[in-house]
């Protein structure tokens, strides 16, 4: 593919943006200053890195109770998202929402969701309003391997395809729902396989490859916005931390873990980057070290704004 400079660079700051906001997030969640449930996207970086970056910015996406990466890839606030994790009232929902509530309609981020499954539906109602009001938009579904087992994930492949919806599915099989791997939950081993039921494209992609997932999802939005129908596409991945910061993780080996770790999505493009001369090591040091800086400031603003007070504990509740 041949890509600017400039989106080259913009998706090695989103994969490190979202690494160095996960770091953080797993740094504060020990030290308990983050309440509820954090379930972190480390070494998923460029599945959402690589899709999000097909996408214009009102195009929409739904996301997953992992979203964190979905949200910063699609232009989520640093700042409002982390002051949000923290529960304080300058966040995306007030403080009242945490990780798995956060959305931005401006930015067309329809919403993470802690129901599993709950992306499906959602996206087909954006990709059928798009169609409807000519819009030229896409949608775009980010799901788990679990996910794909449920219902609603099935029957939003179905009316997508049989409505020919401008809809990409982007299934991350990172090989585990909760402590359940996936030879224990279905029967296929390439979940793309399941497209041919709908009669969508199905592609397999290595999701620790931010070019391939890239290159894949151009060609689905492409698709979408002719108005051929929806597509899937299988990013294989592998989460680096437990179901949830928390989680003893007793159902997977190390050696496992080690061999993914080997895989590590940003130091391959790095390399990559370099040996092109697109970016040099100082350029790249640079570039982690101002993000950190940003993340930084994010935690600082995060801190230092007020916890939502009782009073306003039944507003913005519609039922
Ligand atoms: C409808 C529903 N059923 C069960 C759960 C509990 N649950 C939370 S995450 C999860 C596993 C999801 O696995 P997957 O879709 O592969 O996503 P991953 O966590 O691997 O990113 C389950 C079963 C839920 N939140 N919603």
């Known amino acids: 593919m041949n890509l600017s400079k400039k989106s080259l660079m913009h998706m090695y700051e989103t994969m490190i943006r979202i690494r ?14 983050i309440p509820g449930f954090v379930h972190l996207y480390l070494g998923e970086e460029a599945v959402a890195t690589g899709a999000c970056t097909a996408l214009t910015d009102s195009d929409k996406i ?16 640093l700042k409002l998202m982390m002051a949000e994790i923290f529960g ?27 129901i599993v499954g709950g992306g499906g539906p959602l996206s087909v109602g954006a990709a059928l309003a798009a169609k409807y009001q000519k819009t030229d938009d896409v949608a775009m579904c980010f799901f788990g391997d679990g996910a ?20 990409v599915f982007v299934n991350e099989n990172n090989g585990y729902g909760i402590s359940c791997p ?20 199905g592609v397999v992609v290595d999701g620790n490859d931010v070019l391939a997932v890239h290159e894949a999802v151009v060609e689905a939005v492409k698709r979408a916005r002719k108005g051929e129908g929806p597509s899937l596409i299988e990013c294989k991945t592998y989460r680096w ?19 993914w770790k080997g895989k590590d999505p940003i130091p391959r493009f790095e ?23 940003d ?22 509740v519609y039922a």
């Open 20 to 33: 160095l906001f996960e770091l953080k997030l797993q740094e504060f969640f020990a030290a308990g200053e």
């Open 62 to 77: 739904t996301s997953t109770h992992r979203g964190h990466g979905h949200l910063l890839a699609k232009g989520g606030d």
């Open 88 to 114: 304080r009232q300058t966040g995306y929902c007030k403080g009242k929402g945490g990780s798995m509530h956060i959305a931005d309609m401006d930015l067309g981020i329809l919403g993470a969701n802690g």
């Open 148 to 167: 794909s087992n449920q219902g609603t994930t099935q029957e939003a492949l179905n009316m997508a395809s049989a409505w020919k919806l401008p809809l």
């Open 182 to 201: 996936q030879c224990k939950s279905m029967a296929v081993v390439d979940i793309a396989d399941r497209a041919a039921a709908y009669d969508m494209p």
């Open 241 to 259: 931390r437990g179901h949830f910061e928390g989680d003893a993780c007793t159902y997977r080996c190390v050696e496992e873990l080690e061999e």
């Open 271 to 293: 390399a990559k980057l370099i040996e092109s001369n697109t970016l040099t090591k100082a350029e790249a040091e640079e570039t982690w070290k101002r993000i950190e800086k």
């Open 295 to 316: 993340v930084d400031e994010a935690v600082e603003f995060a801190k230092s704004s007020p916890m939502p007070s009782t009073s306003a504990l039944m507003d913005d």
